[in-house]
């Protein structure tokens, strides 16, 4: 999660453990560039794991927060990860539902297809496929026509200071891409999905789909305790570093995980 989020909860009093992906940022493991959601999803499991062997925390109050793709990752992990007992999300997405629609470009097909030729070509000697999944800059993207405010937020974001990181990526390979296409981060949420939960979510609509997937998983989600919180006045990017948006997130979520 975003440090700002990480260090409010710390100053909480909370345990916080914020992680990169497999395959990702200060993490291990080749190929580079994963965005498999099952891997991702295990990423928790194996958080859960260390938690365990701490003899500090109290392992029947364990909880997740994960923010964007991280949002419908933990929402999934916990309905099978029966060690994780009250689940957040802030600006949540489903990874595969994006990945079906707005980065296939609403052709799940033949992307599958493409995928299938590149990974092929790869195995046998082929160059790479690196996806790049935003613009150098907010400018080059309005060059180019992007007007998205998730797009262009999320370049706002990962492409400056305000959250580029010496081995962070917004890459994927391409080849690898497939498993997420067959992914549904709330799958079986009506009967899995029993932990207390609270999804935040800005009322600033953009394309990645935040503001559907929140609304959708409070509806679906068999869990008895669940409320919906929607910041009025700002965007998915918002969310994750803007003092303001962070401020009554946690104000919200702190009492909750209490």
Known sequence: MP???AAA???????????????????????RFIEDPTRRVEDFRVVADYLMTLSYVDENRIGVLGLCGGGGYSINAAMTERRIKAVGSITGVNYGRLMREGFSAYDPIGALEAMARQRAAEVRGGKECVDNFLPASVEEGKKRGITDIDVLGATDYYKTSRGQKPHGATRALFSHSAPAMGWDAFHLAEVLLTQPLMVVIGDKVGGFGAYRDGCEIIGRAASKKKELVVLEGWSHYDLYDQPEPVRQSLAKLVPFYI
């Open 9 to 31: 909860l710390a100053q909480g009093g909370f345990i916080v453990i914020a992680f990169d992906a497999s395959f990702q940022g200060a993490s291990g493991g080749e190929p």
């Open 3 to 5: 440090t700002r989020s």
